[in-house]
């Protein structure tokens, strides 16, 4: 999943350093789960309310393991904190909305999201691609910030096209077939929200 950051932020522009943050971000943005009760880690059930406060704890419980290593990237450790916030400010752990929420955070929280329903989990198995674009399309707007959406969008169809390395495409083929077949979907997405301008409206 650190992967899915890193094309997503290089498709949005970041600079070579900061592609590098967020990568690192993207592989240890879950570490506060340390802190988690390993029978709620581990449950092969959907969460209880019980379990899913347990659960919550874990982004606040990252950015304190993470801020107190050195590292360049000072970001890493906010990225942590809020990979759960959503751009309607109904996440956790501060409810923080639009661009309250630091940049590479939505794209840890996209890349993460993408990871969780492209991989079979122990209550449910991986969703088909249409459907995982599916959720995309409902929750941009409100959990996903459309301008993160629309650059993952775009870095898969210039790799569908050839136009650029096989990274997502390399990653997803050891799951899925076919992968061309979401092309119209992706551009729907794209027509829908106007490479992100949403943003704009959303953070108001
Ligand atoms: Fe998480």
Not at 52 to 73: D, F, T, V, W
Not at 84 to 89: F, N, P, V
Request: net charge negative; glycine share 8%.
């Amino acid at each position: 999943m650190g992967k899915y950051s890193e094309v997503i932020a290089r498709e949005m522009g970041w600079s070579d350093d900061q592609v590098e943050g967020i990568t690192i971000a993207g592989y240890l943005h879950d570490i506060g789960k340390l802190i988690v009760d390993l029978s709620v880690i581990n449950s092969p059930e959907r969460f209880s309310a019980k379990d899913s406060k347990e659960m919550s704890r874990h982004p606040s419980a990252g950015y304190e393991i993470l801020a107190r290593i050195n590292h360049p990237y000072a970001e890493i450790p906010l990225m942590a904190r809020y990979h759960h916030e959503r751009i309607d400010g109904k996440g956790y752990p501060d409810g923080l909305k639009g661009d309250q929420i630091p940049p590479g955070a939505k794209i840890v929280t996209l890349a993460d999201s993408f990871d969780a329903m492209t991989t079979d989990r122990p209550y449910r198995k991986k969703l088909a691609l249409a459907d995982v674009f599916e959720d995309f399309r409902i929750n941009t707007g409100t959990q996903f910030d459309p301008a993160v959406v629309c650059a993952f969008c775009r870095a898969f169809l210039k790799e569908v096209e050839g136009k650029k390395e096989r990274r997502l495409l390399n990653l997803l083929n050891r799951n899925y077939d076919n992968l061309e077949a979401v092309t119209p979907l992706l551009n729907q997405l794209l027509a829908d929200f106007d490479g992100g301008t949403m943003a704009a409206s959303a953070n108001n």
